[in-house]
């Protein structure tokens, strides 16, 4: 029940955050930490468009958000590096980027820009 309220809650107050896996909140001192996962199987290459499978690596990312209730809001995302399946691709490696929320080199998510 908690968990189905708290998703609701979720979607109302930071629908930015429904394209990934939400999976800790956290109210500390006077501000809030999320941490949170990607969802997607692929992702895009932005040079040749070739969707991949094949992961890389996985690292956290560190995001301002907007704030929520008044409350500075960081959000603390793992996203995954990808292979290039394409052989004539000049690009070996690439980031996921979560469409609404970063976008590349960002500190910041695109609701912060």
Do not use: K
Not at 34 to 54: D, K, L, V, W, Y
Not at 84 to 111: D, K, M, N
Request: net charge positive.
């Amino acid at each position: 029940m908690w968990r189905v309220l708290r998703d609701q809650i979720l979607d109302l107050l930071l629908p930015h955050l429904a394209s990934v896996a939400v999976g800790d909140l956290r109210l500390i001192g006077a501000a809030i930490t999320i941490n949170a996962a990607t969802i997607t199987e692929t992702a895009q290459c932005p040079s040749c468009g070739t969707n991949s499978h094949r992961i890389h690596d996985r690292y956290r990312r560190r995001l301002a958000d907007v704030p929520a209730g008044g409350r500075p809001v960081t959000i603390y995302l793992t996203v995954r590096r990808f292979r290039c399946e394409a052989v004539s691709c000049p690009r070996r490696t690439f980031v996921e980027q979560i469409a609404g929320l970063t976008f590349r080199y960002g500190r910041r998510s695109q609701l912060q820009q």
